[in-house]
């Protein structure tokens, strides 16, 4: 199987112009985040490779600099799902199994790249995407910020045997009812924190952005919706993160100072 991991990265951006550029702790995001994809290559058996995919000769310039491939797409790409399949168009790739890898989540541990890799090689399916079951005190953090920004965060419900996905949503789900003795009986939760890191089979890939939007995924704002509305197969893949370590991505100068605080204190998320 030929694995291919793309990695999205456009300068512009209306908070955080030139984003793949901007240093945390001394490193660019985007050298962070292609350090990330070399450690999945390397530790990964199979044929896997990875490029950087750009509308700008400036991010270009710097990935060369770094030793990253990369390929110029479109500056008019709407998503990075978008840009990853013109670069996979225009690479005339042969890869089987497309990981979209966001270039803008330096600390996404290369773990996470490896489990959906496997995944997808020991079963193929339409597309493949990894969750991480929360402890009783992650939810109720997560249920804190719901109450200031109830768009924050995305929980999965899946058969935890086959991890066929059974929706996506920006409410906390399942329901949960005698919850007082669910948490005397274990510290983790039944509710599983989805991880918007996708792979794509090679058929999927092609048509994604041609399958019309999901009514759900409108009014949730998830496009992985849009696969499920359409009648294809979407596999959750349990993955462990270890902690504080594992953060969301970089929109702003506020999160590159979070980035670093969080470094400063415990340390990079993975080496080498």
Not at 131 to 153: N, Y
Not at 219 to 235: D, P, S
Not at 241 to 269: N, Y
Request: some cysteine; glycine content about 8%.
């Amino acid at each position: 199987m030929n694995t291919l991991i793309i990695i999205p990265a456009r300068y512009g951006s209306t908070r955080l112009p030139g984003k793949p550029l901007a240093m945390i702790a001394g490193q660019t995001l985007l050298s962070r985040v292609v350090r990330c994809a070399q450690t999945a290559v390397r530790e990964e058996p199979s044929n896997a490779s990875f490029v950087v995919a750009t509308d700008d000769a400036r991010i270009g310039r710097h990935a060369d600099e770094i030793g990253a491939p990369w390929v110029m797409t479109p500056a008019d790409c709407a998503t990075g799902t978008d840009r990853a399949r013109e670069a996979f168009i225009k690479l005339k790739s042969e890869a089987d199994f497309i990981i979209n890898l966001q270039g803008d989540s330096p600390f996404t541990p290369p773990s996470f790249l490896t489990a959906m890799i496997r995944s997808f090689s020991g079963q193929p399916c339409d597309l493949v995407t990894p969750v991480v079951r929360m402890t009783w005190a992650q939810l109720d953090q997560l249920r804190e910020e719901k109450k200031t920004t109830p768009f924050t965060g995305t929980t999965a419900l899946f058969d935890e045997k086959t991890g066929r996905a059974h929706w996506f949503s920006k409410n906390i789900i399942p329901a949960i009812r005698k919850e007082a003795a669910l948490r005397e009986a274990s510290s983790l939760s039944p509710v599983w924190r989805h991880i918007g890191l996708y792979g794509y089979s090679r058929m999927m890939l092609g048509l994604f952005a041609g399958l019309p939007e999901g009514r759900y995924e409108a009014l949730e704002g998830l496009e992985q919706l849009r696969v499920i509305e359409n009648g294809y197969t979407i596999r959750c893949v349990p993955v462990q993160t270890s902690g504080d370590k594992f953060m969301s991505g970089i929109d702003s100068p506020e999160d590159i100072t979070r980035a670093e605080a969080l470094i400063a204190t415990q340390g990079e998320p993975f080496t080498d």
